[in-house]
């Protein structure tokens, strides 16, 4: 019998898997797209040639005051240390001194970056050179309201951002499994909102009765009519940023696409090569899915692994078994996530986060729906077992052993396998 091997990325390295030939249902990959050649060129173009916007330069004067904000090192994949300096040294050209330019790592409810992680994300260059800031979405004094959604949010953000003379969105764009897509207006929600802005927008994500669980509309490749997401638009409406930088990165993890200009359609081009490279239609769904997160820094810890495991979700049987490739190297992070862990069962998880809404809370409960669907297997370090246990996930550390307790639990003889190298960024779509 005759057998494929896979070779998944976990953590900084590899892991490997055998899949006899008959059982393969679908390899789920995105769709190969070329990197960009010249990214300096191609970035510059994108600056001066933008999606219905008059070029940065035409959009940006001499001494104004610049925000630029910065995904966290929880994406690090968009790989901005590449073109930050370029950005930096355009402002310079324009008549925009280092000095007046800061830069806001955009960490919405996440933990605040490192210093060393601040030149990671940003480059030493650009470290050295101007001002670098983690937003503090629980600093209510560095908050300048707004006004109200039409759902009746309140919003209120980082006073850096609210009084920049100009605001730069930069980020990149993937599926998310809350409001369709990352990149554009998440800069903004949750990026650099209060946590009250942040906690009464993310309430949409769920559904309108207790019991219900999650919205069904709040998933990935949607938007129109996903609450969550229309709330955002709203939120970020209120501070008409002046340019968007997003990129597009391709299968590979290089850059692919950069879309630049104005912060609703140049996003928007954005979302439609997204769909074109990790959009996958399915026509049956699998006994077993052999997930990998896309290894370091996707596969950081198990906040962010909730991605891999929605993919995996929708593209295995109710009833089947998943295979969750993260190592999870601070599997403990944030402590605010694993702390939702301590309800006894998934109705009372759900009524603690109707009454105190967090996102670490709604991502845990996410994933604890996963595990109520099928089985959820975690190959992950040895020492990570047991608060994998308390997550209603099964902790395996080798390929082997979390093979074989897969086919045990299946029920099915010779199972339907389907393997998704880039679990994180690929959507199974059934048709």
């Not at 209120?156 to 969105?169: G, Q, S, T």
């Not at 609703?264 to 959009?279: D, F, M, P, R």
Request: net charge negative; proline share 4%.
């Amino acid at each position: 019998m005759s057998k494929r091997k896979f070779e998944l990325k976990y953590g900084k390295g590899i892991v490997s898997v055998q899949v006899p030939e008959d059982q393969l249902l679908y390899e789920i990959m995105g769709q190969e797209y070329p990197a960009l050649s010249n990214l300096k060129e191609d970035y510059l173009h994108s600056l001066n040639h933008p999606i219905d916007a008059p070029p940065l330069k035409e959009i940006v004067k001499k001494g104004d005051t610049v925000a630029i904000t910065v995904s966290d090192i929880t994406r690090g994949w968009q790989k901005n240390y590449l073109t930050l300096p370029i950005l930096i040294d355009y402002l310079n050209e324009v008549g925009v001194p280092d000095d007046n330019i800061t830069i806001l790592i955009a960490v919405g409810g996440h933990r605040p970056n490192t210093e060393k992680e601040f030149v990671e994300l940003c480059s030493q260059e650009v470290y050295d050179r101007v001002r670098i800031l983690n937003h503090d979405a629980w600093d209510e004094e560095n908050m300048v309201y707004q006004g109200k959604t039409s759902r009746g949010t309140e919003v209120a953000v980082n006073r850096i951002v609210a009084e920049a003379d100009k605001v730069i969105l930069t980020g990149g764009i993937i599926y998310h499994y809350m409001v369709g897509y990352g990149g554009g207006r998440k800069s903004i929600i949750p990026g650099v909102a209060s946590i009250k802005t942040i906690q009464q927008n993310h309430l949409w994500a769920m559904g309108r009765e207790v019991g219900s669980g999650s919205n069904p509309n709040s998933a990935s490749k949607f938007t129109r009519g996903n609450e969550c997401h229309e709330d955002m638009m709203e939120v970020a409406a209120f501070i008409k940023p002046d340019f968007i930088i997003n990129s597009v990165p391709n299968a590979d993890g290089e850059l692919a696409g950069i879309f630049a200009g104005n912060w609703v359609s140049a996003w928007l081009h954005g979302t439609e090569l997204v769909n074109k490279i990790y959009g996958v239609d399915v026509e049956e769904k699998a006994d077993i899915v052999i997930a990998s997160a896309g290894g370091y820094p996707k596969d950081i810890n198990l906040y962010q692994t909730g991605k891999t495991m929605d993919n995996a979700y929708h593209a295995m049987k109710k009833g089947g078994v998943s295979i969750i490739l993260s190592e999870c190297e601070d599997i403990m992070e944030p402590l605010e996530f694993t702390k939702w862990f301590d309800y006894e069962n998934t109705y009372e998880m759900e009524k603690a986060l109707r009454e105190n809404f967090t996102i670490p809370g709604w991502v845990a409960f996410k994933e604890v729906e996963c595990s109520d669907y099928g089985t959820f297997i975690i190959l992950t370090k040895q020492e990570n077992a047991e608060f994998a246990k308390k997550a209603k996930l099964i902790p395996a550390t080798t390929m082997e052993e979390a093979m074989e307790i897969a086919y045990k639990k299946c029920g099915v003889q010779r199972p339907k396998i389907t393997v998704m190298p880039q679990g994180a960024n690929t959507f199974p779509v059934k048709k």
